[in-house]
């Protein structure tokens, strides 16, 4: 059961109070932790320190307390700038175009891929719609939800696609409607994360597939060491006004099971460079071949993280 310390309110024109409320393990629903990080950073004309914790029984890693407006940095704060946005898409695109790749391999011949009907693919929090227009490109029927305006406003303009204004846990799309469902770098800003995967999992259709990425609990940890402990940097790395949860392979696909969903696998996912820092790149080009290095050495996932999961038959 959620907390509430305050009320929130759903949009501000100004920047919004600072409201916490405390929150127990959406993966075990235990509220028993222990600290894993520690993060100050500013949020609007504050400075706010955050404590992210794991789960002692399931080991699922969570900012708690939260922010209760924790989107308000995303819906209010958000780039509008043409030459940036299509900037961070150039860095995105090869992203894109493996996750869909990897969408492929996994998908089986008979999944709604003959004839003249189109698979169905909708991406969830699909920005300013740029994989959404690669996925059309590839022959899917697509429909994003995005519930900022302004993204949801460029891809609309800019693509031509069909995107829904909503906050997904407040949307209702009827079931057994999709092939494919992606959220790329969505779980982890979502309130209830498990809600949102037995959402999708009803929304697909039996054999459809599930792709997820998002930032992983041992990468960011690896960042804020290599960062806060032996550079003295204050930058940001778990990014806590926003990112609520940090899954392993382990949380991801015991939460994936409990959501009826089926996981086929679990990689690491390419280090993003789209920092204009050139000394932070390099950092994370060198900590990503290092952190390759060490896991074909371990067997062990320790960078970002994506999830392939499939419904099952019914």
């Given at each position: 059961?959620?907390?509430?310390?305050?009320?929130?309110?759903?949009?501000?024109?100004?920047?919004?109070?600072?409201?916490?409320?405390?929150?127990?393990?959406?993966?075990?629903?235990?509220?028993?932790?222990?600290?894993?990080?520690?993060?100050?950073?500013?949020?609007?004309?504050?400075?706010?320190?955050?404590?992210?914790?794991?789960?002692?029984?399931?080991?699922?890693?969570?900012?708690?307390?939260?922010?209760?407006?924790?989107?308000?940095?995303y819906?209010?704060?958000?780039?509008?700038?043409?030459?940036?946005?299509?900037?961070?898409?150039?860095?995105?695109?090869?992203?894109?175009v493996?996750g869909?790749?990897?969408?492929?391999?996994?998908?089986?011949?008979?999944?709604?891929?003959?004839?003249?009907?189109?698979?169905?693919?909708?991406?969830?929090?699909?920005?300013?719609?740029?994989?959404?227009?690669?996925?059309?490109?590839?022959?899917?029927?697509?429909?994003?939800?995005?519930?900022?305006?302004?993204?949801?406003?460029?891809?609309?303009?800019?693509?031509?696609?069909?995107?829904m204004?909503?906050?997904?846990?407040?949307i209702?799309?009827?079931?057994?409607?999709?092939?494919?469902i992606?959220?790329?770098?969505?779980?982890?800003?979502?309130?209830?994360?498990?809600?949102?995967l037995?959402?999708?999992?009803?929304?697909?259709?039996?054999?459809?597939?599930?792709?997820?990425?998002?930032?992983?609990?041992?990468?960011?940890?690896?960042?804020?060491?290599l960062?806060?402990?032996?550079?003295?940097?204050?930058?940001?790395?778990?990014?806590?006004?926003?990112?609520?949860?940090?899954?392993?392979?382990?949380?991801?696909?015991?939460?994936?099971?409990?959501?009826?969903?089926?996981?086929?696998?679990?990689?690491?996912?390419p280090?993003?460079?789209?920092?204009?820092?050139?000394?932070?790149?390099?950092?994370?080009?060198?900590?990503?071949?290092?952190?390759?290095?060490?896991?074909?050495?371990?067997?062990?996932?320790?960078?970002?993280?994506?999830?392939?999961?499939?419904k099952?038959?019914?």
């Open positions: 059961m959620t907390i509430q310390v305050c009320n929130k309110n759903e949009f501000y024109k100004t920047s919004p109070p600072v409201c916490w409320e405390y929150v127990p393990c959406n993966l075990c629903q235990k509220d028993d932790t222990e600290s894993y990080h520690r993060e100050t950073l500013p949020y609007f004309d504050k400075m706010l320190t955050f404590q992210i914790v794991r789960c002692r029984h399931c080991g699922l890693v969570y900012t708690n307390p939260r922010l209760s407006d924790h989107n308000a940095t819906l209010l704060a958000g780039c509008d700038d043409p030459e940036v946005i299509e900037r961070h898409a150039r860095v995105k695109e090869p992203i894109y493996e869909l790749n990897e969408i492929r391999t996994h998908r089986r011949s008979g999944d709604n891929q003959s004839g003249t009907c189109k698979s169905r693919l909708l991406d969830i929090g699909c920005g300013h719609g740029h994989f959404l227009a690669l996925a059309r490109r590839e022959g899917f029927e697509v429909v994003g939800i995005e519930a900022a305006n302004v993204p949801a406003d460029y891809a609309v303009e800019n693509f031509d696609v069909s995107v204004k909503q906050n997904i846990l407040e209702d799309l009827p079931d057994e409607s999709f092939d494919v992606t959220a790329w770098d969505v779980i982890e800003h979502v309130s209830d994360p498990k809600a949102v037995q959402r999708c999992a009803a929304w697909l259709k039996p054999d459809g597939l599930l792709a997820l990425r998002f930032p992983s609990a041992r990468w960011q940890k690896i960042k804020a060491v960062l806060h402990q032996m550079l003295s940097s204050k930058r940001a790395v778990f990014g806590p006004t926003m990112h609520l949860y940090f899954f392993n392979q382990d949380t991801i696909t015991q939460m994936c099971r409990e959501a009826g969903l089926h996981p086929i696998r679990v990689k690491t996912t280090a993003e460079i789209n920092c204009e820092n050139l000394f932070l790149n390099g950092i994370k080009v060198i900590s990503d071949t290092i952190v390759r290095s060490v896991e074909l050495a371990s067997g062990r996932l320790l960078g970002n993280l994506e999830a392939y999961c499939r099952g038959s019914r």
